[in-house]
């Protein structure tokens, strides 16, 4: 009794840390895709090249054969969850090169009401009180961050971040529901997908140093590492629990914003970043135990 309780407890600490570093790799992404300062589409294409290279290597590496036996046998699970993977990376990519920041990072707020919205909806998955206030109170946060920076973008970029949010909720619905699918293979197909999605609409050669060096840290480092981390973490959480991890993307970028390209962040930002911040432990910890019956008399 007492060993599945600490086994539960150790089980989602995993959830939170995965959940937490995978949101703050990939919140590396938005600095990447500036610094490489090209059309989406190439970006795109081959950041899922050097996606599926790094992890298709590592899959190899790991098994020591061919992925080829596992890919065939990997069900509807794994072809759905890399195809929601591709989809909800490639319109993100999109998203930032078609509209301003401000919108994308209201857009992405939504990110736990859509996937506690599908985890309920698909898999009955019970969101807690807690985690809806610290949902509610995270939106608060980000509202604020963006309060002065609205408007400046398209609808075409605002609706892509809007398909990318609710591809994300929806993959994360369903490694949810299949938690024994590769983590590491799911990204690796991805990968090909991503380069599939662009390789005709995309400018793929004639970039120079700086983007070549942006992109190859975004496809074999930051991103792969970002989305197996995620994509580990409803595993140990529930769905919506691991969407209010979220905001911390926001948070980080603006701090790579301030760190690398010398925009330090308004009051607004820092207030909204200690609110979201704040949300987000409060919302992941552990439920107070109830007071013994004796102490209520």
Known sequence: MFGSSAKGISTRRQGVLLAFFGMLAVSTDSFFIRLADIDGFDVTFWVGIFTAASLFTLVVLRDRRSPLANIRHGGPGLWTAAALQAGSTSVFVLAVTNTSVANVVVIIAAAPLTAAGFAWLLLREQTTRRVWIA????????????????????????????????????????????????????????????????????????????????????????????????????????????????PVETVAATIWAWLFFSEPPTMTTVVGGVIIVLAVLWGTAPAPAPEPEWATR
């Open 135 to 246: 949902i509610a109170v995270s939106m608060v946060g980000i509202l604020v961050v963006v309060s002065g920076s609205f408007g400046g973008g398209t609808l075409v970029g605002d609706l892509l971040a809007v398909a990318a949010i609710i591809q994300f909720g929806l993959s994360l619905v369903v490694l949810r529901k299949h938690p024994d699918v590769d983590r590491m293979l799911m990204v690796a197909i991805a990968g090909v997908g991503m380069a599939a999605i662009a390789v005709i609409p995309g400018t793929l050669w004639g970039h120079d140093a700086q983007t070549w060096i942006a992109l190859t840290l975004m496809g074999l480092i930051f991103g792969p590492l970002a989305r197996v981390l995620i994509a580990e973490a409803p595993k140990h959480l529930p769905a919506a629990e691991v969407g209010l991890f979220a």
